[in-house]
């Protein structure tokens, strides 16, 4: 039989062997691991034996605060802090010197409003917390709003690493009462880390000292633990402590070649050799190994039989991303595969605003909205915002993630506290929100509404340009009217809701939009609105294709792809100071969802393999861009 000495061993080992990778990467020293492994156990929160709440009093803010650096949490006074009440202080060297804290919210952010709604205690607990006034018993979306644009200064994040895309969206966090009432330092005396707790399936916040603390010293952290960048650390305090960033050039221009080498390296795509573009018999049939459904379910051309067995095919149209394409030239230059290598400086949204800067411009050609990523151009973009709050221009921006689609963790908002803290979760870009968008009003609902169009582009050759778009295009609608307000309301500000459960999916074909369109706006024919949506196509796959591998997108003529370009329509002047309807780019899509085109149209799949394999286009519902 196990002694209970052995399976406290075995218990904690086990523990060790599944949660030492985060502690390490968290910083948690290992003297710790064995007492919090106890704590997390039996549920010991013994805080409360070394810490205490203090009360400050209005003249002893500021003279205490100067002399410790810290910064403190907003509020009006008396503003609290937190001690040391142990009488002989604690011991960074003690192995039980590691506390829990728990959390009083955790929430992804589409979930906030209605959490603060519906949840009991909540709104009560943070309206005290974030220093809102809040004295009825029934929630008020006033109330509401100033919560949540005060609770950036409290909320913290991680994420999980596994599961769905919609279950790897950041969780946020606030933590209880008394580990919210830690003020910043840039000195700070502890240390914290959220820790993932696996057997209870539950989150705290772990703490820790930097070194002995005294009885009655602060409890301090340091808000930007880490960033030694003296300017990036300003910005990422600035939640906390106010900056001017104005002097800082808002202006921004493509990063230098480093950055693209930077995420082929990280991408671990293999370039090709230089190879002559195979050349087949005009009456081959070709052998197709896919993974996509809607290939298999759709394609019935007598041109292309399938294959399962990937060795024997001469066509790989893959589901997933293919790397090694050097083998691929070497051993067998005849296959086409369904990708580019490097087109990920279009699917990538960081990437492909880099790349559109090419196409010039003071930041940026006028088809893509202004972007800045948050990563590497914080100090610009928190410029550009300081100066458009001076000029009074609108300053709604969008937070979106550099690599996921159908507006996964996709933020909106005026708040610049909201935006910084965004960097903290995935990487992401910032891109001006479209305050202005040209909008549709639809026959089932009173007022005018967002939409955005899908158009399908074939690239089949990168020298030369070989560049084509099917004739039919998608369009997608908000189920609400648009207005600047409540930019946490999905179903107002955004098109995409064929993902969304329990929503209306609004249809029209596009040859039902284009009249609808025109009598809408007789002044605007779709044929030229198209025009210039089709010339900034051109011109992006220009400038993406202008310089070579890894820099652009590489030159593989056995490649060939099918993309979704998502845009919108806004308004904006010419240079005469007429309004025009300028595309806006939103995002390029690799490998999109082509059930629509499938269910509407069945030669869908037939006629994008006949331009893109055969290089047949004539009768083919394409056009020729470049």
């Known amino acids: 039989m196990e002694s209970s000495v052995d399976k406290a061993a075995t218990d904690f080992q086990l523990f060790v062997d599944s949660h030492s990778e985060a502690l390490a990467s968290s910083g948690v020293p290992q003297l710790y ?368 993630p550099w690599n996921l689609a159908r507006g996964l963790d996709t933020h909106i908002t005026n708040n610049l506290s909201y935006i910084i803290r965004q960097r903290e979760s995935t990487p992401k870009v910032v891109c001006k929100y479209i305050e202005n968008p040209v909008l549709f009003d639809r026959d089932d609902l009173e007022g005018l509404v967002k939409f955005d169009i899908r158009y399908i582009v074939l690239l089949r050759s990168v020298q030369p340009l070989q560049l084509y778009a099917y004739n039919v295009f998608w369009l997608r609608f908000s189920n609400r009217p648009f207005s600047l307000d409540h930019f946490d309301d999905y179903q107002k500000h955004f098109t995409v809701m064929n993902y969304v459960d329990e929503t209306q999916l609004k249809q029209v074909h596009y040859n039902e939009f284009i009249p609808m369109f025109e009598k809408q706006y007789p002044k605007y024919p779709w044929k030229k609105t198209e025009e210039e949506i089709r010339k900034s196509f051109i011109e992006l796959f220009q400038v993406a294709t202008a310089k070579p591998a890894p820099l652009g997108i590489c030159n593989c003529p056995s490649s060939r792809a099918i993309y979704a370009i998502d845009l919108m329509l806004k308004w904006d002047t010419d240079t005469d100071g007429k309004p025009i309807m300028q595309p806006q780019i939103l995002e390029v899509n690799f490998n999109p969802d082509c059930a629509r085109a499938c269910k509407y149209h069945p030669s869908f799949f037939n006629d994008i393999f006949s331009v893109l394999f055969l290089d047949e286009v004539a009768g083919r519902p394409v056009t020729r861009l470049s």
């Open 33 to 400: 691991w064995k007492s919090l492994h106890q704590k997390l156990v039996h549920e010991v929160f013994d805080a409360g034996e070394v810490f205490g709440i203090m009360l400050v009093q209005d003249d002893e803010v500021d003279e205490d605060a100067a002399e410790r650096k810290i910064v403190l949490n907003p509020g009006t006074p008396p503003v609290s802090k937190v001690i040391i009440t142990k009488e002989d202080g604690l011991q960074a060297a003690h192995a039980n010197s590691i506390f829990l804290i728990d959390h009083l919210w955790t929430y992804r952010v589409d979930q906030v409003r209605q959490q603060l709604w519906e949840v009991p205690g909540l709104l009560h607990r943070m309206a005290n917390l974030t220093v809102v006034e809040f004295h009825g018993e029934v929630p008020d979306d006033d109330v509401i709003d100033d919560v949540m644009a005060e609770m950036w200064k409290f909320s913290h994040t991680y994420q999980l690493s596994q599961g769905s895309a919609e279950e790897r969206v950041p969780i946020w966090y606030v933590m209880d009462e008394f580990g919210s009432q830690i003020q910043h330092s840039d000195e700070p005396t502890f240390r914290t880390a959220p820790f993932f707790y696996g057997p209870g399936q539950i989150a705290f916040t772990l703490l820790w000292p930097l070194r002995d603390v005294d009885s009655g010293e602060e409890v301090t952290w340091d808000h930007a633990h880490g960033e030694q960048n003296p300017l990036i650390r300003k910005c990422r305090l600035l939640p906390w402590v106010p900056v001017d960033l104005r002097e800082v050039n808002a202006s921004i221009s493509e990063p230098p070649d480093d950055y693209y080498k930077a995420v082929s390296a990280d991408n671990k795509e293999v370039l090709p050799l230089p190879i002559e573009p195979p050349v087949y018999q005009k009456d081959k049939i070709f052998k197709l190994y896919t993974e996509v459904k809607q290939v298999l379910q759709n394609l019935n051309s007598p041109r292309f039989v399938f294959t399962e067995d990937e060795k024997e095919a001469d066509i790989l149209y893959l589901y997933h991303h293919f790397k090694d394409y050097r083998t691929l030239s070497e051993q067998r230059p005849h296959v086409m595969v369904n990708q580019f290598p490097c087109e990920n400086l279009l699917t990538i949204k960081d990437c492909l605003a880099a790349v559109a800067r090419r196409a010039g411009g003071t930041n940026g050609p006028r088809w893509l909205p202004l972007t800045y990523n948050l990563c590497t151009e914080l100090p610009q973009f928190i410029s550009c915002y300081q100066q458009r709050e001076d000029r009074g221009e609108d300053n709604h921006w969008i937070c979106k």
